[in-house]
């Protein structure tokens, strides 16, 4: 449900308004009753009087509600009408209800000083609440516009994409009757193939590669080149072909017959 910030201070500008509004009013109509100078002991205001004296307090405060909450159009001569046309209404209205209550004041026999600005405070006190309630509706319109381009846009917003399962989670089964899933193809690196560790050569195969390469080479100066002992290479050291001795027995010398 969409809610709207409560504004700070809102309340008391309606206070401020409708106090300076009610007692503008109730002095310009208490100051249609002073009686005139060298008036009868029987004199009473005339009613058009009563009214009037209603009638100037409220003009004012609707022509500064419509100077600045109507959005006026652009243009110079919407300007012009606004300014040449509203501002006389207001001053008109607003001098003739700080005369009254300046006018009351006076009958009620207060000093000069308080005369002469303690209108200002009644009719000021009303046009200072009203400004306060045009700015803040501003604001709260266009919080108010905020939070429903908000709305708007979480509502046309698509879901969001179901989350793939983790590796290693089993599938559940298809029922029968229903489609299978479509995976979306998932741009997965290809593993790179196991290295197979290179065969080192045996030490029987480096000894008969140094023999052959240095056939003169002792066993020693074979043993120190290859990093291995010498008895090692003495064993995997060829034997040479004249050291062989031949096991097989020898056919017994014959005697010569005489």
């Given at each position: 449900?969409r809610?709207?910030?409560?504004?700070?201070g809102?309340g008391?500008?309606?206070t401020?308004?409708?106090?300076?509004?009610a007692?503008?009013?109730?002095a310009?109509?208490a100051?249609?009753?002073v009686?005139p100078?060298?008036?009868?002991?029987?004199?009473?205001?005339?009613?058009?009087?009563?009214?009037?004296?209603v009638?100037?307090?409220?003009?004012?405060?609707?022509a500064?509600?419509?100077?600045?909450?109507?959005?006026?159009?652009?243009g110079?001569?919407?300007?012009a009408?606004?300014?040449?046309?509203?501002?006389?209404?207001?001053?008109?209205?607003?001098?003739?209800?700080?005369r009254?209550?300046?006018?009351?004041?006076?009958?009620?026999?207060?000093d000069?000083l308080?005369?002469t600005?303690g209108?200002?405070?009644?009719?000021?006190?009303?046009?200072?609440?009203?400004?306060?309630?045009?700015?803040?509706?501003?604001?709260?319109?266009?919080?108010?516009?905020?939070?429903?381009?908000?709305?708007?846009a979480?509502?046309?917003a698509?879901?969001?994409?179901?989350a793939?399962p983790?590796?290693?989670t089993p599938?559940?089964?298809i029922?029968?009757?229903?489609?299978?899933?479509t995976?979306?193809?998932?741009?997965t690196?290809?593993?790179?193939?196991?290295?197979?560790?290179?065969?080192?050569?045996?030490?029987?195969?480096?000894v008969?590669?140094?023999?052959?390469?240095?056939p003169?080479?002792?066993?020693?100066?074979?043993?120190?080149?290859?990093?291995?002992?010498e008895r090692t290479?003495?064993?995997?050291?060829?034997?040479?072909?004249?050291?062989?001795?031949?096991?097989a027995?020898?056919?017994?010398?014959?005697?010569?017959?005489?």
């Amino acid at each position: 449900m969409r809610t709207v910030a409560k504004l700070s201070g809102r309340g008391w500008a309606y206070t401020g308004a409708i106090l300076g509004g009610a007692v503008s009013v109730a002095a310009n109509v208490a100051h249609s009753y002073v009686p005139p100078e060298y008036a009868p002991a029987d004199w009473t205001p005339h009613t058009g009087a009563v009214v009037g004296a209603v009638f100037w307090p409220i003009a004012l405060f609707v022509a500064v509600e419509i100077f600045a909450r109507i959005a006026w159009p652009d243009g110079r001569r919407w300007t012009a009408l606004r300014f040449l046309g509203l501002l006389p209404v207001a001053l008109v209205a607003a001098v003739v209800s700080y005369r009254h209550l300046s006018g009351l004041l006076t009958f009620y026999r207060e000093d000069t000083l308080t005369a002469t600005i303690g209108p200002l405070a009644v009719d000021g006190l009303m046009v200072m609440a009203t400004g306060a309630l045009i700015a803040t509706g501003s604001r709260r319109a266009a919080g108010t516009a905020a939070e429903q381009v908000a709305e708007t846009a979480t509502d046309a917003a698509p879901p969001a994409p179901a989350a793939a399962p983790a590796p290693g989670t089993p599938t559940p089964p298809i029922a029968a009757g229903d489609a299978a899933p479509t995976l979306a193809p998932r741009n997965t690196p290809k593993p790179k193939p196991a290295r197979t560790p290179k065969r080192q050569p045996s030490a029987a195969d480096r000894v008969a590669r140094a023999v052959a390469k240095t056939p003169n080479a002792t066993p020693a100066q074979i043993a120190a080149r290859l990093k291995l002992s010498e008895r090692t290479v003495q064993r995997h050291m060829p034997r040479p072909a004249d050291d062989s001795v031949s096991t097989a027995p020898t056919a017994p010398a014959l005697s010569a017959v005489a």
